[in-house]
């Protein structure tokens, strides 16, 4: 079984588009988060969500807003895409990190989003 | 400020050599510590990662790490790569009592046959 899964796993689109990603854990974790891989393949923290509460919110583009109906899902979802936002998008999980072990993220196998 | 810095964005080494990459971190406190492994067109596999104790810190497909507190390093190292190896590694830290997690920049490694 797939511990975080991610779909779709290849998304092309045109610029001006709105569209999602998906992200299912299934290892009973508390918090998920959304990365950003760019070309450069440096990741960034976008979102992270402890029982359904944004608990960081780096400098993105309000356009990105992320939806989570359950403690197992965090969506992605993304409005009026621009060139820019091409990239690979990883979602991850952990338990509470508070604790040590708690730290350790678990990571999907990304999405790469191509905007035309 | 806090930082991650990987110092070697690539490096090859021949199969069945040594490998050490390294990893520097600034902090206000000693962080949690973690390497990830992201083979081509995959998503990021932990590798192995210190939290106390040992300092010698044993994990996967055979790598082990070394917190170093006085250089404030956390080198990753292999006796013997294999060509499978050959992928990207990112070194990573979190707080000890939040989950904002830093990643360096990464250090991709090519294996010669």
């Known amino acids: 079984d797939t511990a975080v899964s991610q779909t779709p796993k290849y998304l092309v689109t045109q610029m001006g588009n709105d569209k999602s990603i998906k992200c299912e854990q299934n290892l009973g974790h508390d918090t998920m988060y959304w990365y950003k891989q760019d070309s450069k393949k440096f990741l960034k923290i976008m979102f992270s969500?402890?029982?359904?509460?944004?608990?960081i919110n780096e400098t993105v583009p309000n356009r990105f807003s992320p939806k989570s109906p359950d403690k197992a899902h965090l969506n992605l979802h993304i409005n009026s895409l621009e060139l820019g936002d091409s990239a690979v998008y990883f979602c991850?999980?952990?338990?509470?990190?508070?604790?040590?072990?708690?730290?350790?993220?678990?990571f999907g196998p990304g999405t790469r989003l191509t905007v035309l | 400020a806090q930082s991650v810095t990987q110092p070697d964005i690539h490096i090859t080494v021949s199969e069945g050599a040594s490998l050490e990459l390294r990893c520097n971190y600034s902090?206000?406190?000693?962080?949690?510590l973690f390497w990830y492994v992201q083979s081509p067109g995959q998503g990021l596999q932990l590798l192995l990662k210190?939290?106390?104790?040992?300092?010698l810190v044993q994990g996967i497909k055979g790598f082990e790490a070394e917190f170093k507190r006085s250089q404030s390093s956390f080198n990753l190292r292999k006796p013997s790569v294999h060509w499978s190896d050959a992928a990207e590694y990112f070194c990573a830290v979190a707080p000890y009592n939040n989950n904002d997690m830093r990643f360096g920049a990464g250090t991709r490694l090519t294996v010669k046959p």
């Open positions: 902090y206000g406190a000693t962080p949690y």
């Open positions: 210190y939290f106390s104790g040992d300092t």
């Open positions: 969500y402890n029982n359904k509460e944004l608990i």
């Open positions: 991850a999980s952990s338990q509470d990190p508070t604790g040590g072990v708690g730290n350790t993220q678990y």
